[in-house]
């Protein structure tokens, strides 16, 4: 069974600081790996998607890479502004138990900017 | 920002009532997912849907069935509701068996069971 594990859970950084967020799977059998945002009481976001043949991915401060043969994501955040301040959680799309293609997702990283 | 809206957003029932929760897209997706969000376990599959009356199992689909009579409504329902479906609810709709693309998701429901 597909498990997801962010670190930290929580982070706290100064406005303008660059950080990264980390995201591990144990299966490596991935089809894709997503990141969201999610602020409190809302929905989710997509951030980036990282196919598995695909190393990184940017979008705009944000860049995603994969490593899927050691089961690693970092999510890089350059100059983190009070804005970023949500969320982050990790997904990985692979085969379920049953045959289906289903998202694994882990706990997140809550991430507070500081002006 | 994907046209996914759910019905209600906030509702309270009483343990035993039957409880059904709507998802509606206006993005013709093919692809549906119901997921239940809880402090500890986060986002997790209950049903999905890969067509009109086309269904399946996640991984926390007892108790809860669901339907999708049209392209743009997926439904899920609570045929009696315990206090262990407290919950946010979300919908997500992708385009492709997500294979190659993103989910997207609703803004949620957030179910009180007593």
């Known amino acids: 069974k597909q498990e997801v594990t962010q670190i930290p859970a929580a982070l706290s950084v100064p406005e303008g600081e660059n950080l990264v967020l980390n995201c591990s799977f144990t299966d490596s059998a991935i089809y894709n790996l997503q990141w969201f945002r999610q602020d409190p009481g809302k929905g989710l976001t997509s951030l980036l998607l990282i196919q598995s043949s695909q190393r990184e991915q940017t979008s705009g401060r944000l860049n995603a890479s994969l490593d899927k043969s050691s089961g690693r994501s970092t999510l890089y955040i350059a100059a983190s502004q009070p804005g970023d301040s949500a969320t982050y959680l990790c997904a990985v799309n692979g085969i379920s138990g049953a045959g289906s293609y289903q998202l694994t997702f882990g706990k997140g990283t809550k991430l507070s900017v500081i002006p | ?114």
Request: aromatic share 10%.
């Open chain 2, 1 to 114: 920002d994907a046209g996914i809206t759910q019905s209600p957003r906030h509702k309270v029932t009483e343990t035993g009532t039957p409880v059904t929760l709507r998802c509606h897209q206006t993005e013709n997706h093919r692809y549906m997912y119901w997921y239940r969000q809880d402090p500890g376990h986060g986002l997790r599959l209950i049903h999905y849907s890969y067509g009109v009356k086309d269904t399946d199992k996640g991984e926390v689909s007892d108790g809860y069935s669901v339907s999708r009579s049209k392209t743009e409504d997926f439904l899920l329902t609570l045929e009696s509701a315990t206090s262990s479906q407290t919950s946010v609810y979300f919908c997500a709709i992708s385009e492709s068996t997500g294979l190659e693309g993103s989910q997207y998701f609703g803004p949620g429901t957030r179910l009180l069971v007593l």
